[in-house]
T-cell receptor, first 114, second 111 residues
Framework: DTEVTQTPKHLVMGMTNKKSLKCEQH?????MYWYKQKAKKPPELMFV???????INESVPSRFSPECPNSSLLNLHLHALQPEDSALYLC?????????????FGPGTRLTVL | GQNIDQPTEMTATEGAIVQINCTYQ??????LFWYQQHAGEAPTFLSY????GLEEKGRFSSFLSRSKGYSYLLLKELQMKDSASYLC????????????FGDGTTLTVKP
């Protein structure tokens, strides 16, 4: 299985809602990533988990809260988002964070904040 | 920090060869990746270079010169399905192996 899955595919939420994005991989990868991508822009790194520990937080606002319950799962909890947070949220995984380990991306969750 | 530059757009003809350049500046170079992203889809891995020289994979090749901070992706025998955004990403060992993406080059292949 060389796939990263993400749910939901699409999400519309109000600014007072709480929702979660989910990501799963069964490739035995020990590094998992959250990226945010706006239209016609490259993916922008948000968080990196290495061996289930948060290793990079790119100064992301606290309304985004990542969680890594086990080596296969990665969640992104959303609370009190702003309309400018509307974007494609991509999850990725790699063998680990070293060397030439390419990242495998999931299909993304397209988030709209009203 | 890192500074990565790629051309914004390129156009080429089906069956031709196109070269997409990427220049970078980084304090702790630890590899360069090329990804392809079709509109509305996730990026997919194309190639990885960490040593100087050319890596060939079928119709796609990637070249790296570390001393010049320069890479290119070469696409041969272009097909219409190669129309996509091509992203150069540089890994930095001074920042927990983080990869930073360039803004991407949108390639349009015309008949």
């Amino acid at each position: 299985d060389t796939e990263v899955t993400q749910t939901p595919k699409h999400l519309v939420m109000g600014m007072t809602n709480k929702k979660s994005l989910k990501c799963e991989q069964h490739m035995g990868h020990r590094a998992m990533y959250w990226y945010k991508q706006k239209a016609k822009k490259p993916p922008e790194l948000m968080f990196v988990y290495s061996y289930e520990k948060l290793s990079i937080n790119e100064s992301v606002p606290s309304r985004f809260s990542p969680e890594c319950p086990n080596s296969s799962l990665l969640n992104l909890h959303l609370h009190a988002l702003q309309p400018e947070d509307s974007a494609l949220y991509l999850c990725a995984s790699s063998q680990d964070t070293g060397g030439g380990n390419e990242q495998f991306f999931g299909p993304g969750t397209r988030l709209t904040v009203l | 920090g890192q500074n990565i530059d790629q051309p914004t757009e390129m156009t080429a003809t089906e069956g031709a060869i196109v070269q997409i350049n990427c220049t970078y500046q980084t304090s702790g170079f630890n590899g360069l990746f090329w990804y392809q992203q079709h509109a509305g889809e996730a990026p997919t891995f194309l190639s990885y270079n960490v040593l100087d020289g050319l890596e060939e994979k079928g119709r796609f090749s990637s070249f790296l010169s570390r001393s010049k901070g320069y890479s290119y992706l070469l696409l041969k025998e272009l097909q219409m399905k190669d129309s996509a955004s091509y992203l150069c990403a540089v890994r930095d060992f001074t920042n927990a192996g983080k990869s930073t993406f360039g803004d991407g080059t949108t390639l349009t292949v015309k008949p």
